[in-house]
């Protein structure tokens, strides 16, 4: 199965995408301290990540950056997950190297085919 990261400081929403992740086929981690998310990504070679713009200490910004600047990680799928959803944020998103941005006030549907373009499933066993 296919590991996602989760980097968000919402330990709620971390728990509610890590069971819908399962459900859908794939496994996942969570960072809650976004200093933390390239060395646990280093550890855990997730498929793609799940990371959050607004988190205390570094924004999602500067974790995409610290994962785009590392060679080892660079290919990584970073899909941005966030409440924010102001077209200067989504521009800021991209220009920064996100490959997709999703609104946290969107369907479970929505979220796995979104996720689905980066990561295949694999059904979860029954």
């Known amino acids: 199965m296919a590991k996602i990261l989760i980097v968000d400081d919402e330990v709620d929403t971390c728990q509610v995408m890590r069971r819908l992740f399962k459900r859908w086929g794939w496994t996942a981690d969570c960072v809650h301290d976004p200093a933390r998310a ?4 280093r550890a855990a070679r997730p498929a793609a990540v799940l990371l959050d713009v607004m988190m205390p200490g570094l924004d999602g910004f500067q974790v995409l950056g610290a994962i785009r600047a590392d060679p080892e990680l660079a290919s ?5 997950f966030s ?5 200067a944020t989504l521009e800021r998103a991209f220009a920064a190297g996100a ?17 689905s373009l980066f990561v295949p499933a694999t059904p979860a066993p029954q």
Do not use: C, G, N, W
């Open 38 to 41: 390239v060395e646990t990504m």
């Open 76 to 80: 990584v799928p970073v899909l941005f």
């Open 83 to 87: 409440a924010l959803h102001d077209e």
């Open 99 to 115: 490959d997709d941005y999703i609104p946290k006030l969107t369907s479970a549907r929505q979220i796995r085919e979104r996720v």
